[in-house]
């Protein structure tokens, strides 16, 4: 039998791996296998060589083609609870109900884990989702807005009160399910600072305000702190990823950083 050459065989590796991106399911069982093809798909764009071996497994995954998952009506029960469940529980039975089907025994610490998991979802399954009040989901979509006035170097920093900030996100576009009220503390936690400026604002549409201003002076040359007298014609709010008041100062009206109105 002649040697495939090392085109036929990218083309071959890339029409598998085609296959299994629409079979998501399958590729995450078999992901050594998605792993091993993307491998030898990025040696073979690059022009390097293959050893026997290397051609001999590319030969046989693509004579088998695209595998199934093996049948396991006791994985299967597992990996339905998952519905009952956020998105990253969900994650992890489906990981669960994977191992059992390839054969592989859970530690006495992941059973454990595995069975509070359930107990969860038959709880839920039992009572509901979590369902906010109109006044809560009014709270939740200021969180969310709030999340865009922190620095993305703040978050880089704080990765546990952004994945907490990410999840309420999605939870608001539908795309997160099982938020419950330890969910949602978390989040309020993680905006906390700013959150309290709307809960007890400084200033009320209509207060009087100081507002600073480095000016330059002509005859100086030099920067100067002028103070202005100014008027609160708005609540806080936010504006371009800033916590701002509208005040009128000199008769023009403007946003301005909360930071920058003072009492006196």
């Given amino acids: ?49 293959l050893s026997k071996k290397m051609r001999d497994k590319i030969d046989s995954i693509v004579d088998e083609g695209l595998p199934t998952i093996p049948d396991s009506k006791e994985a299967d029960e597992l990996e339905s609870w998952g519905r009952f469940l956020d998105n990253k529980g969900e994650e992890i039975l489906q990981d669960f109900a994977n191992r059992m089907r390839k054969g592989w025994k859970l530690s006495e610490k ?27 989901m009014n709270k939740m979509d200021l969180a969310s807005r709030l999340y865009y006035c922190y620095t993305s170097n703040y978050w880089y920093s704080h990765p546990g009160h952004e994945r907490h900030m990410k999840k309420l996100i999605n939870f608001l576009k539908g795309t997160e399910r099982a938020y419950d009220e330890h969910d949602w503390a978390k989040a309020q936690f993680a905006v906390r600072g700013k959150l309290k400026l709307f809960e007890n604002p400084r200033f009320s549409c209509g207060d009087a305000c100081y507002i600073y201003l480095y000016e330059r002076n002509s005859e100086t040359n030099r920067s100067e702190r002028v103070k202005y007298y100014g008027i609160v014609t708005s609540d806080i709010k936010i504006h371009d990823n800033q916590i701002c008041y509208d005040v009128l100062v000199s008769g023009t009206c403007k946003a301005y950083q909360h930071e920058h109105l003072k009492k006196r």
């Fill in 1 to 49: 039998m002649p040697r495939k050459s090392a085109d036929r065989r990218l083309g071959e590796l890339r029409a598998l791996r085609k296959d299994f991106k629409q079979n998501p399911a399958v590729a995450k069982f078999h992901d050594w296998t998605v792993g091993f093809i993307d491998s030898m798909i990025l040696k073979l764009e690059r022009g390097k060589g």
């Fill in 110 to 136: 992941q059973i454990m884990f595995r069975d509070s998991l359930v107990a969860q979802a038959m709880n839920t399954q039992q009572h509901g989702f979590w369902e906010p009040s109109k006044e809560v």
